[in-house]
């Protein structure tokens, strides 16, 4: 058996420990650069809340076009009086042009926010719409099951997915 000088073995294991090191190093210098960018940070409840509040006064407007605009070129929208699914600008114009000759005033009686992301959240709930007849003036409540899923796409929230329907029990 060849015996080595003293003093190889602890210089191999400084070296293995030193190489060792780096590696570690590297390995979390190299995590961190590709984690990318810092997350946005995530919204408060109460400014996704404002979302919904933001869009019952865009209905005030009575221009479906403005209503529209909040909702993303993708969304898809569940309205709570057509039974016709809508999938893109026109048809969600389409809807919100027959819905805001009611005059809908929306106000929520309860709501579930859940906040997922810096750029996505989930606001459900229960509202209620009142509706005013355009030809006699008569009031009438629809009360309803809604879900709005918003993205912040382009620095700006957007919705989209928005289902509403009325609750089932009257």
Same mark, same amino acid.
């Given at each position: 058996m060849t015996r080595r000088p003293a003093g190889t073995s602890i210089r191999k294991r400084a070296a293995l420990v030193a190489t060792a090191a780096l590696v570690a190093t590297g390995t979390v210098a190299a995590g961190v650069s590709v984690a990318g960018p810092e997350r946005p940070a995530k919204p408060s409840k109460k400014q996704v809340t404002a979302l919904f509040d933001k869009w019952n006064a865009t209905l005030q407007t009575g221009d479906p076009e403005k209503v529209a605009d909040?909702?993303? &070129? &993708?969304?898809?929208?569940?309205?709570?009086?057509?039974?016709?699914?809508?999938?893109? /600008?026109?048809?969600?114009?389409?809807?919100?042009? /027959?819905f805001l000759q009611k005059k809908p005033v929306g106000k929520?009686?309860?709501?579930?926010?859940?906040?997922? &992301?810096?750029?996505?959240?989930?606001?459900?709930?229960?509202? =209620?719409?009142?509706f005013t007849d355009p030809k006699t003036g008569k009031?009438?409540?629809?009360?309803?099951?809604?879900?709005? =899923?918003?993205?912040?796409?382009?620095g700006e929230w957007k919705i989209v997915n928005h289902h509403s329907s009325a609750m089932p029990e009257g």
């Open positions: 909040l909702y993303a &070129d &993708d969304a898809v929208l569940l309205p709570t009086l057509s039974n016709k699914i809508r999938t893109d /600008h026109a048809g969600i114009v389409d809807y919100f042009e /027959h929520k009686v309860q709501t579930v926010v859940n906040v997922l &992301d810096g750029n996505s959240a989930i606001d459900t709930g229960v509202y =209620e719409f009142t009031k009438s409540v629809t009360k309803a099951r809604y879900t709005y =899923e918003y993205e912040k796409r382009h």
